[in-house]
């Protein structure tokens, strides 16, 4: 009965919406026509009060429909914000997981990088210590080398000054016989010219006696030779 009731008010509203405004004697007012409408009597039209009820009540269900849409808006809005806090909370979870694992990355780095300089430092000594015993090493052997060098210097000195003094000594006893030499030449030149200029000598003993003189004069050219390279010696040794 009352969904019937309610499909009536209905079916009065559109007539009224679809219909101009009819006044009580049925004539239709707004229009140029006299047409007469003639209201169809219904049988199970409801009283106004009826229908006040009924749209009180229809009121009432509209409210309490808003105030669940209301409800079920702000249910969904709770879930919402729950959800964005939970999000919010997860991230800030997940921010706050990054930063420690990041922490203990950066705390392992810096651990790593103090591993390797204490390494770098204790390399770097290890080698300065052996680049300091090089060195001294170094300089131990530069120092019995240059000991050495002097040595052997001060022998070669010592010997070249006793070459220079042979040689000097050789050039003397050269010089000697050099001059001996000239000696015995000059006393057999003087022998052969005497013996010439009397005319006492044969054709023999002359040739004989010229290739004494010539033998001589060939002894000091000889020793002449020799003395040069006795001086020779005296140079080398000298410089």
């Known amino acids: 009965m009352k969904l019937k009731n309610i ?3 209905a079916g009065l509203l559109i007539a009224q919406v679809s219909l101009a405004q009819v006044d009580e004697t049925g004539t239709v007012t707004g229009t140029t026509s006299t047409t007469t409408i003639v209201t169809p009597v219904l049988d199970n039209i409801s009283s106004e009060a009826e229908l006040k009820a009924q749209k009180e009540q229809l009121k009432a269900e509209q409210k309490l429909q808003k105030e669940q849409e209301k409800a079920i808006k702000a249910e969904e809005k709770a879930a919402k914000e729950k959800a964005k806090a939970e999000e919010k909370a997860r991230k800030e979870a997940e921010k706050a997981k990054k930063a420690q694992e990041k922490a203990a990355k950066e705390k392992a780095k810096a651990e790593e990088k103090a591993r390797k300089e204490a390494e770098k430092a204790r390399k770097a000594e290890e080698k300065a210590a052996k680049e300091k015993a090089k060195a001294e090493e170094k300089a131990r052997k530069a120092e019995e080398k ?5 040595a052997k210097a001060e022998k070669a000195a010592l010997k070249r000054k006793e070459q220079l003094s042979k040689a000097n000594s050789e050039v003397s006893k ?4 050099i001059a001996k030499a000239k000696g015995d030449l000059a006393k057999e030149q003087s ?4 013996k010439k200029a009397k005319g006492s000598l044969s054709p023999k003993d002359e040739a004989k006696l010229k290739g004494k003189l010539l033998n001589k004069q060939q002894k000091i050219n000889s020793l002449g030779i020799d003395l040069i390279k006795a001086k020779e010696k005296v140079n080398k040794y000298s410089n």
């Open 7 to 9: 499909a009536l008010f």
């Open 174 to 177: 050269v010089e000697a016989k």
């Open 146 to 150: 240059a000991a050495k060098e002097r």
């Open 191 to 194: 022998k052969f010219d005497i």
